[in-house]
């Protein structure tokens, strides 16, 4: 029997943020990363939960893959699994994923289906593979790439470094299918010891990371870096970044950064006296990235002409640095991949076997990041039957779910919305989200107290109709992923101050009917009631989770926060006097069993 489809199978390994995509003949069927299965924010190791998760969504087998494209930024995929035969590295490869490693078939294969690529060309493939130009010119940047003896591409000459140098930032211009790198930049190895030789490499990315780590003691905490910035003030620390002559220079981080360390402040990290110090760095730190950034964007269109730009690499999720690249580079366009950071290395590597190795067109435009699987009614259901759960709460279907979650958001309810398939990347982009109303400043401190747990100088971001987008906020530029900051206009900074940055900006999401129709009406709804098209969206979960992927994560987080209603499809959840009673004796029991297993002695 003649085969259906041509699928391909794009992976990202070992380290964090472990991926899959699916490709159906040149589209993406499924994407997940594995934090959303196992629970463990940005998930490292072995890479079975995601290929189990996309086979089964699309009800097919590994024997009906015809091409696996994959990439470890460490090292090449063979040397790295070579390496971990031997090689004891639980942050890689942890003992209890051994056993189902050594059984996989793709593990230490030598099958000519299974290609590994490097690390930037991953993302400058996730970046203009599937953006909606034909012509135009990529920007990768992030922490650290591949090393330089394992780069794949052809660079210019005059780029060279040794081997041992890692990838920084690269540039190319595209058209059509076809790919060339215009200029890389290296990372040369620096002395340290462990991670300190990342932190210390001469590069943008790792500046922020090493910024991020000082301030809050975990070098993926740049967001959070990003909404401190505004804090800060102007000038108070000397330049962390100088760029001339498009050469980019990073002085040594000195003792002069000696403030405690962010653990030693406790639980009162926000009233540290070091605040003011961090919030300075802070600014500085943004402020150099920016500049860098633009300096760099401009260099790519006055050398190339182009009018488009794709953008990935983890620094691409630096909204506040991206709307000032949208604004003031001189492109017409500019497109972030949703999931920018190593997550999307998955949808790289993927359209690299489509578009490189098997020579086909391109003809997907990623318009949306909705690429989850889809859980059906019944699924809600058994999650909602659980007999803990049964107990706790009250769940009624209705007949327009958008009209009543409306009136609930405007009687300023915290709504936890669960609808069709989950987002990828890092962002929550109306389908695993918490939504509420925008009008009144005290729901920001509401949702960081009840539900998020988090630092109160964070901000929220809005969703806001796209036909709206204008009227609200300043600037042309769409900004479907929530990828791009924009100024709150003036006149409008009153009425929806929960989403108001201190800068006066907001992280918006524009919201189109033919992308999410059950969202779009649900914003149509509330504007209805209140006039106003814009809603707070934030990821559906607390800090330090993933972002919630099944029916029965969302009804845990909902149980376990103060949430005030779940929304999952049509059928609309409220919590009964009961839960007041069960969930203080379920909230001990978990932490009786959490503390026995991590006290238990081996047999």
């Known amino acids: 029997m003649m085969k259906k489809h041509t699928y391909v199978l794009g992976l990202n390994t070992y380290d964090h943020d472990v991926s899959a995509c699916l490709l159906r003949d040149g589209a993406i069927a499924f994407a997940i990363a594995k934090e959303r299965i196992t629970r463990a924010k940005h998930a490292s190791g072995f890479y079975k939960e995601v290929i189990d998760y996309c086979l ?65 060309l991953a993302h400058a493939y996730s970046a203009f593979a599937v ?7 990529v920007m990768i940047v992030d922490g650290v790439g591949s090393y330089a003896s394992d780069v794949m591409e052809a660079y210019p000459p005059g780029d060279t470094a040794t081997p041992l140098a890692r990838e ?33 490499m001469p590069g943008l990315g790792a500046l922020y990371s090493r910024a991020s780590t000082y301030i809050f003691g975990d070098w993926n905490k740049c967001g959070e870096l990003m909404g401190l910035a505004p804090y800060g003030r102007r000038d108070q620390v ?48 943004q402020d150099d990235t920016e500049s860098v950034l633009l300096a760099r964007a401009r260099w790519l269109r006055e050398t190339t002409g182009a ?19 949208a604004r003031e580079a001189g492109f017409d366009n500019v497109w972030i991949q949703p999931a920018a950071g190593d997550d999307g290395i998955a949808i790289g590597c993927a359209y690299y076997g489509w578009l490189e190795i098997l020579e086909r067109r391109r ?13 059906d009614s019944q699924d809600i259901d058994s999650a909602l039957r659980k007999v803990l759960v049964r107990i706790q709460v009250e769940a009624r279907r209705s007949d327009n779910v958008c009209r009543d979650t409306a009136r609930l958001l405007a009687d300023q309810r915290v709504i936890g919305w669960f609808q069709d398939r989950s987002e990828f990347g890092p962002r929550a982009l109306g389908n695993r989200s918490l939504l509420a109303d925008p009008r009144k400043p005290e729901m920001k401190d509401i949702l960081n107290s009840r539900v998020k747990h988090r630092q109160a100088f964070r901000p929220f971001a809005p969703i806001v109709l796209a036909e709206r987008m204008k009227d609200v906020f300043e600037g042309d530029e769409d900004s479907p992923f929530m990828l791009i900051a924009k100024p709150v206009r003036p006149e409008w900074r009153d009425r929806i101050p929960a989403i108001v940055h201190v800068d006066g900006t907001a992280r918006v999401q524009t919201v189109r009917e033919a992308t999410n129709p059950m969202l779009y009406r649900l914003l149509k709804e509330f504007e209805a009631l209140t006039g106003v098209p814009v809603l707070i969206n934030t990821s559906f979960n607390i800090k330090g989770e993933p972002i919630v992927e099944t029916p029965g994560d969302a009804v845990s987080c909902f149980l376990t926060t103060g949430i005030d209603h779940l929304v999952m499809h049509d059928m609309m959840v409220s919590k009964t006097a009961m839960h007041r009673v069960v969930a203080p004796l379920v909230t001990v029991y978990a932490d009786v069993r959490t503390l026995v297993a991590s006290t238990a002695q081996p047999a």
């Open 56 to 120: 089964e969504a699309e009800g097919i087998t590994l024997d009906d893959i015809d091409l696996v494209v994959r990439n470890c930024y460490i090292l090449p995929v063979p040397e790295m699994e070579e390496r971990l035969v031997y090689f004891d590295a639980p942050g890689f490869l942890p003992d209890f994923e051994r056993g189902d490693a050594a059984k996989h078939p793709l593990y230490r294969s030598r099958s000519d289906k299974v290609v590994t690529i490097s690390h930037h």
């Open 131 to 137: 953006s909606p130009f034909e012509q135009g010119v």
């Open 168 to 200: 920084s930032e690269s540039y190319y211009k595209f058209n059509g299918t076809r790919l060339e790198c215009l200029k890389k930049v290296w990372m040369e190895p620096d002395r340290g010891f462990l991670s300190d030789e990342f932190y210390n």
């Open 238 to 285: 000397r330049p962390l970044l100088e760029l001339s002559d498009g050469k980019l220079h990073v002085p040594p981080w000195t003792a002069e950064f000696r403030e405690p360390y962010v653990a030693d402040a406790g639980s009162n990290w926000e009233r540290s006296p070091s605040m003011r110090h961090w919030e300075d760095l802070a600014w500085r730190t």
């Open 307 to 325: 009018k488009n730009l794709c953008m990935a690499g983890g620094v691409a999720l630096n909204c506040v640095a991206n709307g000032r690249v």
């Open 363 to 375: 003809s997907f435009v990623m318009e949306h990041s909705y690429v989850g699987k889809r859980y």
